[in-house]
């Protein structure tokens, strides 16, 4: 465990992450974000020097199928098994989410 790492750490991280941990948590917590936060100081040391840069985790050059235009799939089959779909307007009713 890291010398300069303590329950007041683990506060500090909880209080950006918006959560409330009692004592007995923080003290748990402390060792384990220690780990982690050791493992990501190890991980840094890594020489990636001779390593380019991507964009992709996959090394190939084309991993995707071409990007051409094709026919969309017709509304009707689209809203066919749409439950409460308002089929008139082209529309899908889905539930209320937000307030």
């Given at each position: 465990?890291?010398?300069h790492?303590?329950?007041?750490?683990?506060?500090r991280?909880?209080?950006?992450?918006?959560?409330?941990?009692?004592?007995d948590?923080?003290?748990?917590?402390?060792?384990?974000?220690?780990?982690?936060?050791?493992?990501?100081t190890?991980?840094?040391?890594?020489?990636?020097?001779?390593?380019?840069?991507?964009?992709?985790?996959?090394?190939?050059?084309?991993?995707l199928?071409?990007d051409?235009?094709?026919?969309?799939?017709?509304?009707?089959?689209?809203?066919?098994?749409?439950?409460?779909?308002?089929?008139?307007?082209?529309?899908?009713?889905?539930?209320k989410?937000?307030?």
């Amino acid at each position: 465990m890291s010398a300069h790492f303590g329950p007041g750490d683990v506060a500090r991280v909880a209080a950006l992450a918006h959560l409330e941990l009692t004592p007995d948590e923080a003290a748990r917590f402390t060792p384990e974000l220690a780990e982690i936060l050791e493992y990501a100081t190890a991980i840094q040391r890594v020489d990636t020097s001779g390593v380019s840069p991507t964009a992709h985790a996959l090394a190939h050059d084309s991993v995707l199928r071409p990007d051409e235009p094709r026919g969309s799939l017709v509304r009707e089959a689209a809203l066919g098994n749409a439950p409460a779909a308002a089929r008139e307007a082209g529309l899908f009713r889905v539930p209320k989410v937000i307030g």
